[in-house]
């Protein structure tokens, strides 16, 4: 068998070479596209992303998938936040219980879960973007700010890409 073993990436210089916010209009143009081709009954169908594995979020309706990632950027926008704010990072969230059967709030929810991780991230003092940061979160390692916004981005096509796979099982003949 052949040697699988990978070189590291220098997160840093690889990071550098792309835009955060560019991946993020990307990733997020992405997802938005993949569920405006859903329907509301879409939200209950059930959904298997493996890359989500390591997040304990694998597998589940496409609503409660859509919720945890909107958790997701939540907890990022509370992360930004706290640097700033020396606050520990809190923000609201919304009761998923309440919301996670209902279409449109999912939906809603997403949205305004990103755009507060997009707010708290774009007034972060400079000095934040040129240092390694420890996310608080269970396994978090350092990171500079570009890659946690990168991966975000990342997720979001990941999780178009399952969406799409998702709507075009129930289209196919």
Do not use: K
Request: glycine fraction near 6%; proline fraction near 5%; charge should be negative.
């Amino acid at each position: 068998m052949a040697d699988d073993t990978h070189t590291e990436i220098d997160d840093r210089a690889f990071f550098e070479r792309v835009d955060p916010w560019l991946a993020l209009q990307d990733g997020r143009r992405q997802l938005v596209e993949a569920i405006e081709a859903c329907d509301s009954r879409a939200g209950l169908r059930m959904l298997a992303i493996p890359e989500f594995a390591s997040l304990g979020e694998s597998t589940g309706s496409l609503n409660a998938l859509l919720l945890a990632h909107a958790a997701h950027d939540r907890a990022h926008a509370a992360f930004f936040a706290s640097l700033n704010a020396g606050d520990g990072g809190r923000t609201s969230t919304p009761n998923a219980t309440a919301i996670a059967d209902d279409w449109s709030s999912v939906r809603a929810e997403v949205d305004l879960a990103r755009r507060v991780m997009l707010e708290s991230a774009a007034t972060l003092d400079p000095e934040y973007w040129e240092r390694p940061l420890l996310p608080p979160w269970e396994g978090g390692e350092q990171e500079h700010l570009a890659s946690l916004l990168i991966v975000r981005a990342m997720c979001d096509g990941i999780l178009a890409a399952a969406i799409a796979a998702l709507t075009s099982e129930v289209t196919a003949p």
